[in-house]
């Protein structure tokens, strides 16, 4: 495990590391997610083995910090990863990121694009989601005002969200897991998809093949980015078939890759 302070107060982020040759790969969890649990089988992977690789926990998640007067905005998680990667010696990696983790991602490409030099989003999340009382993920937790959340709505979060899930969301701080959930579904600014497009470096994003097509793939791939369909998965691609999902990246992160786009 290591770390690094990420900010004033001297909170720090923490990630595991697998050693190898650089340039390194980070990987980004999604919400009330943790990066090891999601990410530790398939770094190892033969195909992806190798590369110096950074499973690193978002700061008020898994094994990082929890600080409560931390905003947990988009912006806000992409500067303290930048803070990390930088006290870490990572420049221009490959960076592997599920769900808001891939939201993060974007916007740390934005506003820190020397740090990231290849992009594989997994189901990550293009668009502002509206928030609706009893709906699963962010729309649900975003419905509750944080007091509200804070005085026992977590309660209602933690049950509808089962035990697998739970099992790594209860490691992230509630004022994280509120603040992060109300900022996803308001999205960035500009928001996520129209960053995405104007980004420089190679993109992929794999969505899972039985959600049919992606709303604006079209788009997408005019602007260069690669839409790959995994097949027999939901949306933790990773965890539902880690061998297609392994040959996904390591396709879109092959030298030959380059910025060629496919549908």
Same mark, same amino acid.
């Given at each position: 495990?290591?770390?690094?302070?990420?900010?004033? !107060?001297?909170?720090?982020?923490?990630?595991?590391?697998?050693?190898?040759?650089?340039?390194?790969?980070?990987?980004?969890?999604?919400?009330?997610?943790?990066?090891?649990?999601?990410?530790?089988?398939?770094?190892?992977?033969?195909?992806?083995?190798?590369?110096?690789? /950074?499973?690193?926990?978002?700061?008020?998640?898994? %094994?990082?910090?929890?600080?409560?007067?931390?905003?947990?905005?988009?912006?806000?998680?992409?500067? *303290?990863?930048?803070?990390?990667?930088?006290?870490?010696?990572?420049? *221009? *990696?490959?960076? #592997?990121?599920?769900?808001?983790?891939?939201? #993060? &991602?974007?916007?740390?490409?934005?506003?820190?694009?020397?740090?990231?030099?290849? =992009?594989? /989003?997994?189901?990550?999340?293009?668009?502002? %989601?509206?928030?609706?009382?009893?709906?699963?993920?962010?729309?649900? %937790?975003?419905?509750?005002?944080?007091?509200?959340?804070?005085?026992?709505?977590?309660?209602? %979060?933690?049950?509808?969200?089962?035990?697998?899930?739970?099992?790594?969301?209860?490691?992230?701080?509630?004022?994280? /897991?509120?603040?992060?959930?109300?900022?996803?579904?308001?999205?960035? !600014?500009?928001?996520?998809?129209?960053?995405?497009?104007?980004?420089?470096?190679?993109?992929?994003?794999?969505?899972? &093949? *039985?959600?049919?097509?992606?709303?604006?793939?079209?788009? =997408?791939?005019?602007?260069?980015?690669?839409? #790959?369909?995994?097949?027999?998965?939901?949306?933790?691609?990773?965890?539902?078939?880690?061998?297609?999902?392994?040959? &996904?990246?390591?396709?879109?992160?092959?030298?030959?890759?380059?910025?060629?786009?496919?549908?």
């Amino acid at each position: 495990m290591r770390n690094a302070v990420v900010t004033p !107060e001297g909170d720090r982020i923490r990630w595991a590391e697998l050693p190898g040759a650089e340039p390194a790969r980070v990987y980004l969890h999604g919400l009330g997610a943790t990066s090891p649990a999601y990410f530790a089988e398939t770094a190892a992977h033969p195909l992806l083995a190798g590369r110096r690789s /950074l499973l690193l926990d978002l700061l008020g998640f898994g %094994i990082s910090d929890r600080p409560t007067g931390f905003p947990y905005t988009l912006e806000a998680h992409a500067d *303290a990863v930048a803070e990390a990667l930088r006290a870490a010696g990572v420049s *221009a *990696a490959d960076v #592997v990121a599920h769900s808001m983790g891939g939201s #993060v &991602a974007i916007v740390l490409a934005a506003r820190h694009p020397d740090l990231v030099a290849r =992009l594989v /989003l997994v189901d990550a999340n293009l668009d502002p %989601i509206e928030p609706r009382r009893g709906a699963p993920g962010s729309g649900g %937790i975003a419905a509750l005002s944080e007091e509200e959340f804070l005085a026992g709505g977590w309660e209602r %979060i933690r049950d509808a969200a089962g035990a697998h899930w739970w099992s790594t969301m209860r490691l992230a701080g509630l004022e994280a /897991l509120h603040r992060s959930a109300v900022h996803l579904t308001r999205g960035s !600014e500009p928001v996520m998809r129209e960053l995405l497009t104007k980004l420089p470096m190679p993109r992929t994003f794999l969505l899972p &093949a *039985a959600d049919g097509p992606l709303p604006g793939a079209d788009a =997408l791939v005019a602007a260069g980015v690669r839409v #790959v369909a995994v097949p027999d998965c939901g949306h933790n691609i990773m965890l539902d078939n880690p061998e297609a999902y392994v040959r &996904a990246v390591s396709a879109a992160l092959a030298p030959e890759a380059g910025v060629a786009p496919s549908a």
